[in-house]
């Protein structure tokens, strides 16, 4: 099969998705499949193209996530025009058989490309358009399953100069501050003081100002991946140091991920099928990842959804596939195979 795999983009997210794109495009040409790895952004511009663009080797450099996340206003600098897609992406995308999306966060995640590609007639691995568009935004999705699951509290607001003392003095600490749609814990802060709160919130407006102020639980991190209609065993995540942010999610070593996770069956039982509400709920397909916050008493909240979870090597996808005797090239062809069958029946 011919597989285009998307990855970069413009994304905070883009060096994740370079490296899950780098990853997945290794083990489908390992499978005996054609794939090439393309960027959104720069596209046929991009370094990995050319006349075998199917052939075109993997930089080992993409399969490692640097700590910091990428200066977007100098990527966008590097190439003319207002576009976020490179020349030639769709061109390439439909002469594949399909499009594996290895693209996180906005522009990828949201439900754009997906949309775009739908218009073209090409499929594509993952969730719908609108799915995708639901589970981008934070507010969005806790609205629809908040009858349905326990989530913590939380306000949406757009952060300003005007309004930021406003809502400086009047949030209830502690709170988590986390930008509305993005993922990788990128801008995700935890104040436990106005001042610290101050500062997470002058944050935000770097990111667009569109914020989720959210109850801080105390408890146990543990995250679930759904594959079709099947819930893989969970996993925990026990941070070495501070919390689960950005590096510690990429850096090895950097945290300790325990799968499948040590928590009575009943907690396992129950995160499972919050999960799979939230999953149906939103109309998401294929596979997802749902992340919780689990209370002393065994009570899962709800945190958010992930439509396109990482693939990087130290993601957690592909170790709870590997709990339950998936292989990693083995989750790349059951995802491909699942999404034609949820493109022909329109999900």
Known sequence: MKVLVLAGGLSPERNVSL??????????????????????????????????????????????????????????????????????????????????????????????????????????????????????????????????????????????????????????????????????????????????????????RKLGGRTVIEQYIQGREIQVAILGDRVLPSIEIIPKEGFYDYANKYQPGAATEVCPAQIPASWEKVIGEVALAVFRTIGLSVYARADFIVAQDGTPYFLEINTLPGMTPTSLVPQEAAAVGISYGELCDTIIEMSLEARKGGL
């Open 19 to 204: 490296s899950s794109g780098a990853m997945v495009c290794e083990a489908l040409r390992a499978r005996g499949h054609q794939a090439a790895l393309m960027d959104l952004f720069y596209g046929l511009d991009g370094a990995l193209n050319g006349e075998n663009f199917y052939e075109a080797p993997i930089p080992d450099a993409f399969k490692r996530v640097a700590r910091e996340a990428p200066d977007l206003e100098r990527l966008k600098a590097s190439r003319p025009g207002p576009s976020a897609v490179g020349p030639g992406v769709f061109e390439m995308c439909t002469r594949a058989d399909i499009v594996y999306l290895a693209l996180h966060g906005t522009c990828g995640e949201d439900g754009r490309i997906q949309a775009a590609l739908d218009l073209l007639g090409v499929p594509y691995t993952g969730s719908g358009c609108l799915g995708s568009a639901i589970a981008m935004d934070k507010d969005l999705t806790k609205r629809l399953v908040a009858g349905k699951v326990t989530t913590p509290r939380w306000e949406a607001a757009t952060v300003t100069s005007e309004n930021l003392e406003e809502l400086v003095q009047r949030t209830k600490l502690p709170v988590v501050v986390k930008p509305i749609d993005s993922g990788s814990s990128i801008g995700v802060y935890i104040a436990r003081s106005r001042k610290e709160l101050k500062q997470a919130l002058e944050e935000s």
